[in-house]
């Protein structure tokens, strides 16, 4: 609807127009300050410009009424217009809140160590990440989900290590002195044992292995990963492992020119040029490379393969990174203002009131897959995907193991649900019901209808904001409307009761479609609903 109106308002007057949503409902579905904007330009007072801008939309079938309040341009839908839209979205469900953005973008996010099981920090930008995803498939936009595999450097070689520590303690029933500084967790066990029967014990006992344990146990390190993420209905297009990129590494550095230098047997990049506070080292005076080389090769590669946008989702610990890594992406030859990073926070979670602090190097770690466990799918997604990202998040597990009000996920699919039976109830088929008008509805109605036809700007605004939460928040507010218009208004029954129930499946649809856009499938019945 809101892209219509803009349509017809920027062919109308030859410019972009603010559009917002009047507060009281009783000014109308939008509103526009344009005579404001005018007012300088033509030299007359905003009320008058209103005034004569509004007499001038007489002819448009489009709205009921255009009407001047204040300055405000004031407009109010057609009931034809609302009533062909709804029906069209119902004739054309999988269509509804679609564009054909087409852009190509490349988004990158998790990309956890391979090291161990994720945790509910990693979850958080899991999420995130999946419902932008979707969100921009939905508007068609061309986007590839991409995994980036750190199986290089300390942390695979530290992987080694704790499997053997686990495999002398757990299998050879050795004392073991453990560093301060190394992997825990069942997972170890597991590995250690699959460790001995492919490689004998002897894997268990000789250090100069490790690395090959490391390098074969990391494979089994992200199947754990994989699971973790499709157990919450993820899914990536492409992985790219950092171990596969360095034979690159040469051919980068001449591409960086002046971007690096060498000093103190160190290869440094200039960074500081670019924004940055310091320059950074990418190679140690023993020919290792650092994180950081790696993630100039890989960016490289990201740019060489063509999108119009890159967007990455990082842990807020790494916000000092991104400087460093847009100044390599400039020295590469490339438009920095094409990368953009989103900072996922950390999240701090509650049982019974009593905080958990997460430390993965003390082994203090609690696993995305527990609680996906204990509180489901759902609900996790949900509650990850309810708050911006970048702000911090907690939340305690009791709250949404919940059947009630008080649980927002039960709260959505509730409405959902009830929508399913009262359908159920009536003695009208779907011809009946499809083939009414939504014309001549009460204001109640009208209101809920409205709110209904919303999704596809809630849609597009969460994505081009980058706010996916303000899907849920629309959500939450659709099924509060729903469940007060169903103690509000009777339905079974009355000479209203086909287009009542068509404005309920209208309803349904929103709530169905705005559910999968969060990887959520949408129920048809809860143990707790109404009969």
Not at 118 to 129: D, W
Not at 329 to 345: A, I, R
Not at 377 to 402: P, V
Not at 480 to 506: N, P, Q, V, W
Request: glycine share 6%.
């Amino acid at each position: 609807m809101k892209q219509r109106v803009s349509a017809l308002l920027r062919e109308k007057f030859g410019r972009e127009v603010v559009l917002e949503k009047p507060r009281d409902r009783s000014f109308g579905h939008f509103a526009t300050p344009i005579a404001f904007s005018l007012a300088k330009e033509l030299k007359e007072s905003p009320m008058k410009i209103a005034e004569e801008l509004a007499s001038s939309f007489q002819e448009d079938d489009i709205f009921s009424s255009v009407e001047h309040v204040k300055g405000y341009l004031n407009f109010r839908l057609s009931e034809n217009f609302l009533n062909e839209y709804a029906a069209w979205a119902l004739q054309n469900p999988n269509e509804f809140a679609k564009q054909d953005k087409k852009e190509k973008i490349l988004l990158e996010f998790v990309s956890a160590n391979p090291t161990g099981p994720l945790h509910i920090g990693h979850a958080r930008g899991a999420v995130y990440g999946d419902t932008l995803y979707r969100l921009a498939k939905h508007l068609g936009y061309d986007i590839t989900a991409e995994y980036y595999v750190n199986d290089a450097g300390n942390q695979i070689d530290l992987l080694g290590l704790s499997i053997q520590l686990e495999g002398r303690s757990s299998i050879l029933s050795q004392e073991v002195e453990y560093p301060q500084s190394y992997y825990r967790g069942e997972y170890l066990s597991v590995l250690a044992e699959e460790a001995v029967e492919k490689f004998g014990k002897e894997i268990l006992i000789d250090e100069s292995r490790q690395k090959e344990l490391a390098l074969w146990a990391k494979d089994g390190v992200m199947e754990i990963i994989k699971k973790d993420l499709a157990d919450t209905n993820i899914f990536f297009d492409t992985f790219v492992y950092e171990s596969s990129l360095y034979d690159d590494w040469d051919r980068v550095m001449v591409k960086m020119g002046d971007g690096i230098y060498k000093k103190d047997d160190k290869i440094f990049i200039a960074s500081s040029q670019r924004g940055d506070d310091s320059d950074r080292v990418v190679v140690r005076e023993d020919g290792r490379p650092t994180y950081l080389a790696g993630d100039i090769v890989y960016h490289n590669q990201k740019f060489e393969r063509d999108y119009a946008h890159y967007i990455n989702i990082w842990g807020a610990d790494h916000h000092g990174y991104i400087a460093r890594v847009k100044a390599a992406v400039e020295f590469l030859g490339y438009d920095s203002s094409k990368l953009e990073v989103l900072l996922s926070q950390m999240v701090s979670l509650l049982k019974d009131g009593e905080p958990y602090k997460m430390s993965k190097r003390a082994g203090n770690v609690i696993l995305m897959s527990d609680i996906v466990e204990e509180i489901g799918s759902d609900a996790l997604r949900f509650i990850f995907a309810s708050k911006k990202s970048d702000t911090a998040l907690e939340f305690d597990l009791a709250e949404f193991k919940k059947q009630d009000s008080s649980n927002p996920i039960f709260y959505i699919q509730y409405a959902h649900a009830r929508i399913k039976t009262i359908i159920s109830k009536s003695s009208l088929s779907e011809d009946e019901i499809m083939s009414s008008s939504l014309r001549n509805l009460d204001e109640n109605a009208d209101i809920l209808m409205f709110d209904a036809l919303l999704l596809p700007e809630i849609v597009e605004d969460a994505f081009a904001s980058r706010q996916v939460q303000k899907l849920p928040e629309y959500l939450k507010f659709l099924a509060a409307s729903l469940h007060k218009f169903y103690y509000d208004c009777r339905i079974i029954g009355t000479e209203d009761e086909a287009k009542l129930l068509k404005l309920l499946m209208l309803v349904g649809l929103s709530l169905r479609v705005g559910l999968s856009l969060m990887g959520i499938t949408a129920k048809d019945y809860m143990s707790k609903e109404e009969n």
